[in-house]
């Protein structure tokens, strides 16, 4: 038929799938002009090619097919002109994710290449860090188990998913029993903020400061003799211990299944 085409003619012309034509003619979006009621094959004609191109491109900016659909019903420049703007709202947002989630790869990145670094493993050093923010929660911490559930408590009070707690969470032990010698529990969970908004009563800020460190192959279970390691460092250079520990598996079973690659640190401000 002259000026018709069929609908594989069409998906060809415009590089479209079939199933998609089928779809957008059974939800009413796009209807082909003619359908042959002998064989049921539909049938497209040029003066609808506009209407696909319109489809085509307001689908490229990430409208909803009933966004679209509504435009198709009341096209109009105030209409057009209201939706785009509406959509370059959206799209602004969608950037600012894509930012914060480019930012938590690199963040990700830089933590790894930190911890890999195997010639300073087991060695005490003072480093100092600038003022960093966390969402702290007091919880007394005894096994994995509470540790999991700690998390799980974080997670609900910060009302954040899941995914944004991985390689960011620590623990503490207080200042109180780190004089005491007292490593077998944590006081408290931690988690670093990455540009995530959360309430101001579960925010502490972690002086900026010199901190004795150690990075070392294990997991919190491995720490207590750490951290007898650094209490006699800081006792023989006459430091006092500033604040709470701070205590980051830095490489664990979320990146790796080899026990031999997992590497925490612990660090402790001094006065």
């Given at each position: 038929m002259k000026d018709l085409f069929t609908i594989g003619e069409l998906s060809r012309l415009f590089n479209i799938n079939i199933k998609t034509l089928r779809y957008y003619d059974e939800i009413n979006l796009f209807k082909p002009i003619f359908v042959d009621r002998m064989?049921?094959?539909?049938?497209?004609?040029?003066?609808?090619?506009?209407?696909?191109?319109t489809i085509i491109y307001l689908k490229a900016l990430g409208m909803s097919l009933n966004t679209i659909s509504?435009?198709?019903?009341?096209?109009?420049?105030?209409?057009?002109?209201?939706?785009?703007?509406?959509?370059?709202?959206?799209?602004?947002?969608?950037?600012?994710?894509?930012?914060?989630?480019?930012?938590?790869?690199?963040n990700r990145l830089s933590q790894i290449n930190y911890a890999i670094q195997c010639?300073?493993?087991?060695?005490?050093?003072?480093?100092k860090f600038n003022?960093?923010?966390?969402?702290?929660?007091k919880q007394r911490i005894k096994s994995d188990r509470d540790l999991e559930l700690s998390i799980r408590n974080l997670e609900n009070n910060t009302n954040k998913s899941a995914s944004i707690f991985n390689g960011k969470v620590g623990v503490s032990i207080s200042k109180a029993k780190l004089k005491s010698r007292i490593f077998e529990e944590y006081d408290s969970i931690f988690l670093f903020t990455e540009g995530e908004e959360y309430s101001d009563k579960l925010l502490k800020v972690l002086p900026k400061g010199i901190y004795i460190t150690i990075r070392f192959n294990g997991?919190?279970?491995?720490?207590?003799?750490?951290?007898?390691?650094?209490?006699?460092?800081i006792e023989e250079k006459g430091y006092a211990i500033g604040d709470?520990?701070?205590?980051?598996?830095?490489?664990?079973?979320?990146?790796?299944?080899?026990?031999?690659?997992?590497?925490?640190?612990?660090?402790?401000?001094?006065e």
């Open positions: 064989n049921s094959y539909r049938y497209y004609s040029t003066e609808q090619f506009e209407q696909l191109n509504f435009h198709l019903n009341k096209r109009g420049i105030d209409n057009i002109t209201e939706l785009l703007n509406k959509q370059r709202e959206i799209t602004k947002e969608k950037i600012k994710e894509l930012q914060r989630i480019e930012k938590k790869i690199e010639s300073s493993l087991d060695m005490v050093q003072e480093l003022e960093r923010t966390v969402v702290l929660l997991t919190h279970k491995d720490s207590p003799k750490y951290y007898y390691k650094l209490l006699k460092y709470d520990s701070i205590e980051i598996t830095l490489i664990d079973f979320g990146l790796t299944t080899k026990r031999s690659e997992f590497i925490t640190e612990i660090q402790i401000l001094i």
